[in-house]
């Protein structure tokens, strides 16, 4: 019964650890500055269709300074890869030094799958996430919205949570949500060390969100 007592303590004791360091990487994350002193290693996460167009804008804002990219697809996704391989080809016009990669996870969701089977694709994701954000080590997360940056962003707030690396989670939301939020924006929202909307009613209604109008 002791050793039953001492070890509900323990686990109990482990998990309240756990919540603080949460709340301490989550709480501090954007007074982190990675690239201050070097290149700044990005992992972008490119959805199907709309998202990796906007999020291929968003690129073309970002200084040669963010380098490598990673950019990181679901294994079904097969127009997103020339998309990236497209704009990293006229980007190597201008940066001779120009690094990317792109990797492949299982896609978290499919359009119209049910709830309940969207959980165990999200574990599957998560498994293949960990390791691939365990070995890249990026300053940088940047995500718009896919449902397959979801693993990815719990992959890298768990590097912080292990104090293995702070690594800064930024979400931009969609131009096309208006009045709420995406589903994976309001997963990731109260994790991201920047969140983006590009409508003021948003603004209004997410306090910690960051308005600066139209960004895509």
């Given at each position: 019964?002791?050793?039953?007592a001492?070890?509900v303590?323990?686990?109990g004791?482990?998990?309240?650890?756990?919540?603080i360091?949460?709340y301490?990487?989550v709480?501090?994350?954007?007074?982190?500055?990675?690239?201050?002193k070097?290149?700044?290693?990005?992992?972008?996460?490119?959805?199907?269709?709309?998202?990796?167009?906007?999020i291929?804008?968003l690129?073309?804002?970002?200084?040669?300074?963010?380098t490598?990219?990673?950019?990181?697809?679901?294994d079904?996704?097969r127009?997103?890869?020339?998309?990236?391989?497209?704009?990293?080809?006229?980007?190597?016009?201008?940066?001779?030094?120009?690094?990317?990669?792109?990797c492949?996870?299982p896609?978290?969701?499919?359009?119209?799958?049910?709830?309940?089977?969207?959980?165990?694709?999200?574990?599957?994701a998560?498994?293949?996430?960990?390791?691939?954000?365990?070995?890249?080590?990026?300053?940088?997360?940047?995500?718009?919205?896919?449902?397959?940056?979801?693993?990815?962003?719990?992959?890298?707030l768990?590097?912080?949570i292990?104090?293995?690396?702070?690594?800064?989670?930024?979400?931009?939301?969609s131009?096309?949500?208006?009045?709420?939020?995406s589903?994976?924006?309001?997963?990731?929202?109260?994790?991201?060390d920047?969140?983006?909307?590009?409508?003021?009613?948003?603004?209004?209604k997410?306090?910690?969100?960051i308005f600066?109008?139209?960004?895509?």
């Amino acid at each position: 019964m002791a050793f039953l007592a001492g070890a509900v303590f323990a686990v109990g004791f482990i998990c309240l650890l756990f919540i603080i360091r949460l709340y301490y990487i989550v709480k501090n994350g954007s007074n982190c500055k990675p690239g201050s002193k070097g290149p700044v290693a990005v992992l972008v996460v490119a959805g199907s269709g709309g998202h990796t167009t906007e999020i291929l804008r968003l690129m073309e804002s970002l200084s040669a300074a963010y380098t490598p990219r990673h950019y990181v697809i679901a294994d079904t996704d097969r127009m997103s890869e020339e998309k990236i391989c497209s704009f990293e080809s006229s980007k190597q016009n201008s940066d001779s030094e120009s690094q990317f990669s792109i990797c492949r996870i299982p896609r978290s969701r499919e359009v119209h799958q049910s709830w309940s089977s969207s959980v165990i694709s999200t574990l599957q994701a998560l498994r293949f996430s960990l390791p691939l954000v365990f070995r890249l080590r990026p300053d940088v997360v940047l995500c718009n919205g896919p449902g397959t940056c979801v693993p990815l962003c719990v992959a890298a707030l768990l590097l912080g949570i292990l104090g293995m690396k702070k690594v800064l989670i930024v979400y931009v939301e969609s131009i096309c949500r208006v009045q709420t939020l995406s589903l994976t924006g309001k997963i990731l929202y109260p994790i991201s060390d920047y969140f983006f909307v590009q409508w003021s009613s948003l603004r209004d209604k997410y306090p910690k969100s960051i308005f600066l109008g139209r960004i895509v």
